[in-house]
């Protein structure tokens, strides 16, 4: 959400994942397509599509027993590329 508006994206993507029970690290990489279904004020009309790709790793909590999935962190860096278009507002009328 942006301050004059949202825009509502969706995403297609496949990934590759390991999860590692000593570090209680899941590390996924995600690749895929990125397309703009709509959006509200001033991105009402807003079309677009592209790529995008990255990590999206979960950080869990070492415990006695294993790793607790009560406490986690998780971060996730993707890098997007294609176009975005939104439309101009209309000039005021005269």
Same mark, same amino acid.
């Given at each position: 959400m942006f301050?004059?508006?949202s825009l509502f994206v969706t995403l297609t993507y *496949?990934?590759?994942s390991s999860f590692d029970s000593r570090s209680c690290v899941a590390a996924?990489?995600?690749r895929g397509t990125w397309r703009? +279904?709509?959006g509200t004020g001033r991105y009402a009309g807003a079309t677009g599509?592209? +790529?995008f790709s990255g990590p999206n790793n979960a950080y869990y909590t070492? *415990?006695?027993s294993g790793c607790?999935?009560?406490q986690y962190l998780q971060v996730t860096m993707f890098s997007y590329r294609g176009t975005v278009t939104v439309a101009q507002p209309?000039?005021?009328?005269r």
């Open positions: 301050r004059d508006g *496949t990934f590759q996924s990489h995600l703009i +279904t709509g599509s592209g +790529t070492p *415990t006695a607790s999935s009560n209309a000039a005021p009328k």
